[in-house]
Each structure stands twice: as structure tokens, then as C-alpha cells.
């Protein structure tokens, strides 16, 4: 009866494991993260082509507020840790400290979130940025906000997975759905940081002499 469990076992195991020696679910996931990357790839660019081409304000210098931002960043940063966390404990079957790390990868999503929120809120109603008021405001939302999106579909799968920990069946056995969510939350973490950088610092670098209105 061992003997049969045990093969079972194997060719679950062998259904599940590629001929690289990889999930195909893990595959899959690089696969749609490659063609992410690239999607916010066109974007990013999309921003730096049209960022001086737009005569009427506001303008991205007088329009951010970068300690709100870096508050934000930081949070989405320190939420990877927690990911990092989560992972490692389901790996090792201590669901009580899955539970803990997992929802406070969620609850640092919703914070993120929040900022984002805020900081929208702020450039329309404070600075008149709009949508449709001119190229920056259509790239800059377009861009942050696809971002936004991203998180907040992280936020969902993540909280799910908390969800279901509370069925009685989730063990070290789902580590690797914990795992393919992770790639993709630390996928949504690194383009923030790009995102960040190439657009909030590199303005304020730019613009370091010039005054805010």
C-alpha cells in the first residue's frame, strides 16, 4: 500500500516537474512576468518620450511630493521581506507564522495602496493634474496607476491564500502556490522601484534649483 502511495506520490511529482527540472506552473509565471516586464517596459518609455513634450502645467516638479512617495516605496520594500517570510514558513509547515507574515504582506499592500490614493487625490484636487489635462498627467496615471492595479491584484491572491489557510487543508504542501504569488509580488516590487526612480528621483534631481509652486 506504501509502495503504491509512494508512486502515486512520483508521478504527481513528475506531472507537476518540467523536463528542466521546474514546475510548469513556475514556468508559466516567468513566462507572463517576461511579457509584464515588457508591457511596463513600453510604458516607462511611453513617459520618458512624452515627458518634455507638454507646454501647459502642472508640471512633474511642482507636482510631486517626494517624502509621501518614499514613505510608499519603503513600505512596498519592507512588504517583500514579509513575502520572503511568508514563504519560508510554509515551507516549514508553521502555518500560525504563515498566517502572520502573509497578512502583513497584505496589510503593507493596502498601505501602499492608500498612499496612492492619497497622493492622487492631492495632484487633482491641490495641483489640477488630471487625466486629460496634458501628457504628463495621461503617462504619469497611466503608468502609476497600471502599478496600482498590479498591487492590488497582489493584494487579492495574497489574501486568499490567508483565507484558505483557514480550511484545515493548507499545508507545506501549497508552497508552491505561496511561491509562484511571491514572484509576482517581488516582480510588482522591483518595477516600483524602477518606476520610482526613473520618474519621482530623476525629476527631482533634475529639478533640484527649481522652486516649487
Request: negative net charge.
Given at each position: 500500500?506504501?509502495?503504491?502511495?509512494?508512486?502515486?506520490?512520483?508521478?504527481?511529482?513528475?506531472?507537476?516537474?518540467?523536463?528542466?527540472?521546474?514546475?510548469?506552473?513556475?514556468?508559466?509565471?516567468?513566462?507572463?512576468?517576461?511579457s509584464?516586464?515588457?508591457?511596463?517596459?513600453?510604458?516607462?518609455l511611453?513617459?520618458?518620450?512624452?515627458?518634455?513634450?507638454?507646454?501647459?502645467?502642472?508640471?512633474?516638479y511642482?507636482?510631486?511630493?517626494?517624502?509621501?512617495?518614499?514613505?510608499?516605496?519603503?513600505?512596498?520594500?519592507?512588504?517583500?521581506?514579509?513575502?520572503?517570510l511568508?514563504?519560508?514558513?510554509?515551507?516549514?509547515?508553521?502555518?500560525?507564522?504563515?498566517?502572520?507574515?502573509?497578512?502583513?504582506?497584505?496589510?503593507?499592500?493596502?498601505?501602499?495602496?492608500?498612499?496612492?490614493?492619497?497622493e492622487?487625490?492631492?495632484?487633482?484636487?491641490?495641483?489640477?493634474?488630471?487625466?486629460?489635462?496634458?501628457?504628463f498627467?495621461?503617462?504619469?496615471?497611466?503608468?502609476?496607476?497600471?502599478?496600482?492595479?498590479?498591487?492590488?491584484?497582489?493584494?487579492?491572491?495574497?489574501?486568499s491564500?490567508?483565507?484558505?489557510?483557514?480550511?484545515?487543508?493548507?499545508?507545506?504542501?501549497r508552497?508552491?502556490?505561496?511561491?509562484?504569488?511571491?514572484?509576482?509580488w517581488h516582480?510588482?516590487?522591483?518595477?516600483?522601484?524602477?518606476?520610482?526612480?526613473?520618474?519621482?528621483?530623476?525629476?527631482?534631481?533634475?529639478?533640484?534649483?527649481?522652486?516649487?509652486?
Amino acid at each position: 500500500m506504501s509502495e503504491l502511495a509512494a508512486n502515486g506520490h512520483h508521478e504527481e511529482v513528475d506531472h507537476e516537474v518540467g523536463c528542466l527540472g521546474i514546475p510548469h506552473r513556475k514556468i508559466m509565471m516567468w513566462a507572463f512576468l517576461g511579457s509584464d516586464c515588457m508591457f511596463f517596459g513600453a510604458l516607462i518609455l511611453t513617459y520618458l518620450v512624452y515627458h518634455h513634450r507638454h507646454t501647459e502645467g502642472p508640471f512633474p516638479y511642482e507636482t510631486f511630493n517626494v517624502v509621501v512617495t518614499s514613505l510608499s516605496t519603503f513600505d512596498l520594500l519592507a512588504s517583500s521581506l514579509f513575502m520572503v517570510l511568508t514563504l519560508a514558513a510554509i515551507q516549514r509547515n508553521d502555518i500560525k507564522w504563515f498566517r502572520i507574515w502573509c497578512g502583513l504582506t497584505v496589510l503593507l499592500g493596502l498601505i501602499f495602496l492608500g498612499f496612492q490614493a492619497y497622493e492622487f487625490t492631492e495632484f487633482v484636487h491641490e495641483k489640477g493634474l488630471t487625466l486629460s489635462k496634458n501628457l504628463f498627467g495621461s503617462t504619469f496615471y497611466l503608468l502609476t496607476g497600471t502599478h496600482g492595479t498590479h498591487v492590488a491584484i497582489g493584494v487579492l491572491w495574497l489574501a486568499s491564500l490567508l483565507i484558505y489557510s483557514f480550511n484545515g487543508k493548507f499545508d507545506a504542501k501549497r508552497a508552491l502556490d505561496v511561491e509562484i504569488a511571491g514572484l509576482y509580488w517581488h516582480f510588482v516590487d522591483i518595477v516600483w522601484i524602477v518606476i520610482f526612480t526613473v520618474v519621482y528621483l530623476l525629476e527631482i534631481l533634475q529639478n533640484a534649483g527649481v522652486p516649487k509652486a
